[in-house]
C-alpha cells in the first residue's frame, strides 16, 4: 500500500518488509507466474513528504528484481485515492486529498510509466462519488436522486444519455446545500457516525477508537483499563 515502510508498520502490517515482498516476487516469477500487480494507496493518513519517493523507489527495485529473475510478462501497479472505510479505525481519518491525487499520479507516471503500467483514478468520478458514499448518511440518497436529476436534464438538453461526472456530483452537493468538504475532513470520536446504527462488525467502537488514538499517538500502544 505504501513504498514507507514505516507508514505500512503503522497501518498495521510490521511483518510485510521490503525484504518479504521482494521474496513473494522472487518466488512468484520462479514459480511461472507471468505477470505482477502492485497495489498502492495515495494520500494514506500518517503520509509523509518523502513517501511519494520511497513508494517509486520501491517500484524500480521491485521491477529490476523481478526482470533479473526472468519475468515474462507484464508489471502494473494500481494507485487509488485513500478512502476511509466504516467499521475500521480509520474511519475517523481524513479523506485523501483531491486535488494532490493528479499531481502525484502524474509525478510517478513520470518515473515508472516506461516501463509499468500505472492504473490510477486521474480524472474519474469515484475520486468523489466514492468518498461520499462511504462517509455519508441518510442524506446521501437524496443526494444520489438529485445527481439523476441533473443526468435527466442533461439528457433532455443534449438528446443521448451521459454518465455522470464531477460536474453533475458538484451542481447535486450546491442544489441540496452540502458541503463537499464534510465528507473529506477527519472525524472526531466523541460524536456518533452515520453508520453506527448499522450492525457491519463484531469490534465494539470502544476498539476502533482505541486503535485510531494508537495511530494518532494519542495513547500508548498497550492500554490497561
Known amino acids: 500500500e505504501t513504498g514507507d515502510y514505516e507508514l505500512r508498520r503503522a497501518l498495521g502490517k510490521p511483518g510485510m518488509t521490503n525484504q518479504v515482498l521482494e521474496n513473494v516476487i522472487t518466488a512468484s516469477v520462479e514459480s511461472g507466474i507471468p505477470n505482477i500487480d502492485f497495489y498502492f494507496i495515495m494520500n494514506l493518513p500518517g503520509e509523509t513528504d518523502d513517501a511519494l519517493q520511497k513508494t517509486i523507489d520501491l517500484l524500480g527495485n521491485f521491477y529490476q528484481l523481478a526482470m533479473s529473475k526472468g519475468l515474462k510478462g507484464r508489471i502494473r501497479v494500481s494507485m487509488p485515492n485513500f478512502f476511509p472505510k466504516a467499521g475500521t479505525p480509520f474511519q475517523y481519518a481524513q479523506s485523501g486529498n483531491l486535488y494532490t491525487y493528479p499531481e502525484k499520479i502524474a509525478h510517478i507516471k513520470t518515473k515508472v510509466g516506461a516501463f509499468m503500467a500505472v492504473s490510477d483514478m ?41 454518465p455522470d461526472t464531477v460536474d453533475e456530483w458538484k451542481q447535486a452537493l450546491s442544489a441540496l446545500r452540502l458541503k463537499e468538504e464534510v465528507y473529506f475532513a477527519e472525524r472526531t470520536t466523541d460524536r456518533p457516525l452515520p453508520w453506527y446504527h448499522i450492525h ?20 500508548a500502544l498497550v492500554v490497561i483499563d
Open 200 to 219: 457491519m462488525v463484531n469490534i465494539p467502537t470502544s476498539t476502533l477508537i482505541k486503535a485510531w488514538e494508537v495511530y494518532k499517538d494519542r495513547r
Open 122 to 162: 486521474d480524472g474519474d468520478v469515484d475520486l468523489l462519488s466514492q468518498n461520499i458514499m462511504s462517509r455519508g448518511g441518510i442524506e446521501v440518497g437524496l443526494l444520489l436522486s438529485e445527481v439523476y436529476n441533473q443526468l435527466r436534464q442533461k439528457e433532455r438538453e443534449q438528446g443521448v444519455f451521459s
